[in-house]
């Protein structure tokens, strides 16, 4: 294949991706079914792998599998036959192919953890050790010097995140960028001995691409190199302390940094790059509960959206990250017209899986604000757009008629729930969440026995929303108004029995009466309102209250919940920070050494809290892996927090 040839196949590829981005995907399966190109093959690939990621479908993750190991023998024999030629790049030969070959790989790894399993991640982290070896080699080759003077899409200084636009360590891996390293440990056994060889000399320094294939050499070595380190970072810390032990050291800092640098360009890895970006910060946001700097993560996302949204303005996945921004920035009614308006009929509307993430982004976003009917109807729609989990979707729809009190109609939903969790499953097991849905049905059905002496109408026996409950998961009360979190915390106080914990938010003539028939008559219930007038306290900024409620959900007895244990734990920890930032403050400039002594003394407790978190969660636990990922969240947070206390940041 010539370098004309090369260079119009990629260009042409390059349109179906412009489509798919736009939203029109099949418009983009016309493009790349045209050619049988490297590039076209790892572009059906990528259409396969996005629906698969997005749809979590069995049938499509398997399409996902057979699509990528197509794409990836098409690459390999392009490979073989362009190795010996004259490079046409200022890399070596078929660094291009050897780029789209490690795409390939990678993708086809992550489609194992589409499960949540912990065998799940199992079977990605044995999948991506080939990557390991091929984008280490990539980003040597390519960016000999590191990373830290390109531009990345946004140049606000940050106050105390180095990640991903100012780096003050060094942005190249440990070993020089000119020699011959043995894999350490473990992945020994499963590739050789990685052989690096340095660009000629024309390449050293920052390079500017020279024409469309060195632009995707650049930017997808870039890409690859901290996809592969952010999914590694991200895995639970079992297999975490596994990879380890066995050799590999990850380094999100580098990661997120090399993503940015390749979402500042303009290939096609640059919009993939921007995604995984968005999707990080946005989960960051979400999940971590505390961050260093949130301004700084929500300006670097801001830049990231506005980058990709200037291109493709009716694409989905632009308009959920440009709502998630507003709904983690307070402005959920905000968030909610912007998914509305996405979801409009005169938009393009063949990429169903996307515009179903702008569904379920919408019933959150609803649930959030106490809109239970509108939020029960988009759930219910979920099941008409995908098929992963109606079990969950309708488990979700009925919870919010039980907020409503709309008991009949819960029980509907409810006694669909068992047949659709009996469906197949990705990989023949049930899903996490599914698990949990199944004790939580189970433990209703029991309490309606014990109070009636059948398990008829076990609804009428629910009083705290089952879907508020999964919602903690979610961390969805951290991000709503005060006013909404009064709203709940008055609800949760009028069950009987009567709270012997006080708090300013609670008034005793509307709270329960102390003697009447209890509501909550188990364990498991009264744990569950503790821990969610934990977090709702802390949400409203009343942080002693908060410290009590979640300090009683933590040591009280939980029954079949495991899991609460482990939550409140982490909660706890949650709302010391946000305490400590309210009553330190967090402004670098102003702190003196007093108050730089009392946010170790914070930072250090939190530390410890952590690590009692990952002792009180297991693979038996409930959502472990949720949690985990989490607890790996916040200590990255912790860990920014104490480098800018130290000025390392």
């Not at 995707?216 to 870039?222: D, E, K, P, Q, R």
């Not at 915390?489 to 709270?499: G, Q």
Request: some cysteine; glycine content about 6%.
């Amino acid at each position: 294949m010539s370098v004309e040839e090369t260079t119009a196949n990629l260009r042409d590829a390059s349109t179906g991706f412009d489509h798919l981005f736009a939203n029109d995907l099949e418009k983009a399966r016309e493009v790349f079914t045209a050619t049988s190109s490297p590039f076209h093959m790892i572009g059906m690939g990528i259409c396969a792998f996005l629906e698969a990621a997005l749809g979590m479908e069995e049938g499509m993750v398997a399409d996902a599998a057979k699509q990528l190991a197509a794409s990836e023998n098409t690459i390999k024999a392009q490979l073989k036959a362009v190795r010996s030629s004259k490079s046409s790049t200022r890399f070596p030969a078929g660094t291009e192919f050897e780029l789209l070959n490690s795409d390939a790989v990678i993708l086809h790894g992550i489609t194992h953890a589409f499960s949540e399993s912990y065998m799940g991640y199992v079977q990605c982290l044995y999948a991506m050790n080939t990557a390991h070896s091929k984008f280490t080699k990539l980003f040597k080759t390519v960016y000999p010097n590191g990373l830290d003077n390109y531009a990345t899409p946004s140049t606000s200084a940050p106050s105390s995140r180095p990640a991903s636009i100012n780096s003050s360590t060094s942005s190249t891996p440990s070993s020089a960028s000119n020699q011959t390293t043995k894999a350490k440990g473990f992945f020994s056994r499963f590739g050789s001995s990685l052989t690096v060889s340095s660009p000629s000399s024309e390449t050293t320094g920052n390079l500017t691409p020279d024409g469309p294939l060195e632009e995707l050499i650049m930017s997808g070595t870039a890409f690859g190199y901290g996809m592969f380190n952010l999914v590694f970072s991200l895995l639970p810390a079992g297999i975490r302390g596994v990879v380890g032990f066995l050799g590999f050291k990850h380094d999100r800092k580098l990661a997120l940094r090399a993503l940015a640098v390749s979402a500042a360009q303009k290939d096609v890895h640059s919009v993939f790059a921007g995604l995984t970006l968005m999707t990080y910060y946005g989960v960051v946001l979400l999940m971590s509960g505390y961050q260093a700097d949130e301004q700084h993560i929500l300006r670097q996302y801001r830049a990231i959206v506005d980058n990709i949204d200037e291109r493709y303005p009716s694409g989905s996945l632009w308009i959920l990250n440009r709502a998630k921004i507003l709904r983690m920035s307070g402005d959920t009614e905000g968030a909610i017209a912007v998914l509305e308006a996405g979801l409009t009929p005169d938009r393009p509307h063949t990429f169903a899986q996307a515009d179903s993430l702008l569904v379920f982004e919408l019933a959150w976003s609803l649930i959030s604000q106490r809109r239970y009917e509108q939020a029960s109807e988009a759930f219910t729609k979920m099941t008409t757009l995908n098929s992963w989990s109606h079990g969950t979707y309708y488990f979700m729809a009925a919870g919010c008629h039980i907020s409503l009190k709309e008991y009949e109609k819960a029980q509907k939903l409810f006694d669909a729930i068992p047949d659709l969790l009996d469906k197949k499953k990705i990989g023949g097991k049930d899903l996490p969440t599914e698990v949990f849905i199944k004790k939580k049905l189970q433990f209703y059905q029991d309490k309606q026995k014990r109070l009636t002496g059948s398990t008829e109408n076990f609804a009428q026996c629910m009083h705290i929303s089952p879907a508020e409950e999964l919602a903690i998961f979610w961390n969805s009360h951290s991000r709503i108004r005060k006013e909404i979190a009064q709203e709940h915390i008055t609800e949760l106080s009028s069950f009987t029995p009567a709270l012997h914990i006080s708090s300013p938010l609670i008034n005793a003539e509307t709270s329960a009466s102390a003697d009447a028939k209890p509501d909550l008559d188990t364990p498991e219930e009264l744990s569950i309102r503790l821990l969610l007038l934990g977090i709702l306290h802390r949400t409203a900024g009343e942080f002693e209250a908060s410290r009590n409620f979640l300090q009683a959900a933590k040591t009280d007895p939980v029954g079949v919940n495991t899991w609460i244990p482990g939550v409140a734990t982490f909660e706890l920890t949650v709302t010391e920070l946000k305490e400590a930032e309210a009553r330190i403050g967090s402004d670098l400039v102003v702190l003196d050494e007093s108050k730089k002594t009392e946010w170790r003394k914070v930072l250090k407790v939190a530390n410890d809290r952590l690590a009692e978190v990952l002792s009180l969660s297991g693979q038996s636990i409930d959502l472990s892996s949720r949690l985990d990922m989490r607890v790996a969240m916040l200590r990255d947070e912790i860990a920014l927090k104490k480098d800018s206390i130290e000025g390392t940041a």
